[in-house]
């Protein structure tokens, strides 16, 4: 059974910083191409960030480029959200998304950017 267990989520005063953290299991994680989304409340769910499954490369949403760094590790089955510079207006719960011949999400982890 596919699982992704995202972590590393809480409460950090602005300009601060997270590392969010997302354990893959149940199916080949290194195949897959990996995402972090997040969605605000009343907002859509958008995509912060992606990396493919081998070579790393990445991209990122205009609003966190510069900011926010995604990384893996194939060895660990677990990819990660470096966040940096945090602002208010990157609260809201963060997803992490599997993306190969089939679709997986983990439950979220909550991100509250206040002072």
């Known amino acids: 059974q596919a699982l992704l267990v995202e972590s590393g989520g809480g409460l950090v005063q602005p300009g601060g910083s997270l590392t969010l953290s997302c354990a893959a299991s149940g199916f080949s994680f290194s195949r897959f191409a990996m995402k972090w989304y997040r969605q605000a409340p009343g907002k859509e769910r958008e995509l912060v960030a992606g990396i493919t499954p081998t070579d790393g490369r990445t991209n990122y949403a205009d609003s966190v480029k510069g900011r926010f760094t995604i990384s893996r590790d194939n060895a660990k089955n677990t990819v990660y959200l470096q966040m940096n510079s945090l602002k208010p207006e990157d609260t809201a719960v963060y997803y992490c998304?599997?993306?190969?011949?089939?679709?997986?999400w983990g439950q979220g982890t909550l991100v509250t950017v206040s002072s």
């Open positions: 998304n599997a993306v190969w011949n089939v679709n997986y």
